[in-house]
């Protein structure tokens, strides 16, 4: 990759971030709720996203990096998806 | 003999797969870090849904402004970061410099702008301990928001700090030109630091400042 597109690409991930970082802000005012924090997640986990795939650029390395970048990420998600789900399965929880 | 000949260290046998190991490497090093602030990330989530209202009532307090400039501020340094790391692998030292200090001026900035709110917070006696002061709901739940607050806050700007610091050294040794188009990875591998440490602050901010409510 030659270092003008490197530049160009970097600097719409940078505009894609700003712009998603005004939406989250106003995305409060619109009141939904339950469902707000699981929008505001979404939207930090697309602003994530962008981090690292461009940012950090996950989205132009070989596959070896691919699954060096995903264990991480891997392993929280098991131990999130398992203490959520002891937490949701208590009776006092609900 | 070229000042930015690439170098190749003896225990690898090509330049790709010397990259391809740095990188690797400080993966395995942020893989650490996303299960240390992703503990702290869920320990936060599990309480926040557990005492929504006063978690709500204690995020309301936080400067949305403040929070909303520095992640700005870190998202711009964020790109000065990866101009950077290109404008070192073209060969352009001169850039490579200006952008390395920019994104350690940023990071100072931030820190600043941090410290700032550190102090309102203690003003308004927001910091958890004996002079914690709340009358409009159950105190211990709001204080705990606080207590993770400043933990998951004070750690992320601990690691800005070492970043600052790294970004500062990497910045001299390309001045000196020990980092150059030929030897790339230390900044790098610095840049995917930096990087990482903009990403928690992404769900921090979600989870800390936006949660709480319009008022």
């Known amino acids: 990759m030659n270092g003008n597109r490197e530049a160009i690409e970097a600097l719409g991930t940078y ?6 970082l005004l939406a989250s802000i106003g995305f409060r005012w619109l009141h939904l709720g339950g469902w707000e924090p699981v929008g505001l997640l979404l939207i930090a986990a697309v602003q994530g996203a962008l981090v690292i795939l461009f940012f950090m650029r996950v989205s132009a390395s070989s596959q070896l990096i691919w699954l060096f970048a995903g264990g991480g990420f891997l392993w ?3 131990m999130i998806v398992m203490i959520i ?3 949701v399965s208590r009776p006092w929880w609900r | 003999m070229s000042k930015n000949r ?3 260290y003896e225990h690898f046998s090509d330049i790709e797969q010397q990259r391809e190991t740095s990188t690797a490497g400080i993966w395995v090093f942020i893989g650490s870090e996303i299960m240390f602030f992703g503990a702290l990330i869920l320990a936060f989530s599990v309480y926040r849904f557990s005492y929504a209202r006063e978690f709500a009532e204690g995020a309301a307090e936080l400067n949305l402004l403040l929070g909303g400039i520095n992640t700005a501020i870190l ?3 964020g790109l000065t970061m990866s101009l950077a790391a290109t404008a070192n692998r073209m060969g352009w ?3 490579t410099l200006i952008l390395l200090l920019t994104t350690a001026l940023l990071g100072v900035v931030f820190l600043g702008i941090k410290v700032f709110e550190y ?5 308004k006696r927001l910091f958890p301990g004996p002079g914690f002061n709340w009358t409009d709901s159950d105190s211990p739940q709001v204080q705990l928001f606080f207590v993770l607050y400043f933990i998951m806050t004070g750690i992320h700007a601990l690691h800005l700090i070492v970043g600052v610091g790294v970004v500062v050294v990497i910045a001299w040794l390309a001045l000196r030109d020990r980092i150059h188009a030929g030897h790339f990875m230390p900044l790098d591998v610095a840049g995917l630091y930096w990087h990482f440490v903009d990403l928690v602050w992404v769900f921090l901010f979600a989870l800390l ?5 319009t008022r």
Do not use: P, Q, R, V
């Open chain 1, 15 to 20: 505009l894609a971030l700003l712009a998603l």
């Open chain 1, 76 to 78: 929280i998600g098991i």
């Open chain 1, 85 to 87: 789900s002891d937490y």
């Open chain 2, 6 to 8: 690439a170098i190749l």
């Open chain 2, 75 to 77: 998202f711009t340094s």
């Open chain 2, 93 to 95: 030292k001169g850039s």
């Open chain 2, 119 to 123: 102090h309102e917070d203690w003003t």
């Open chain 2, 209 to 213: 400042y936006l949660m709480g409510g």
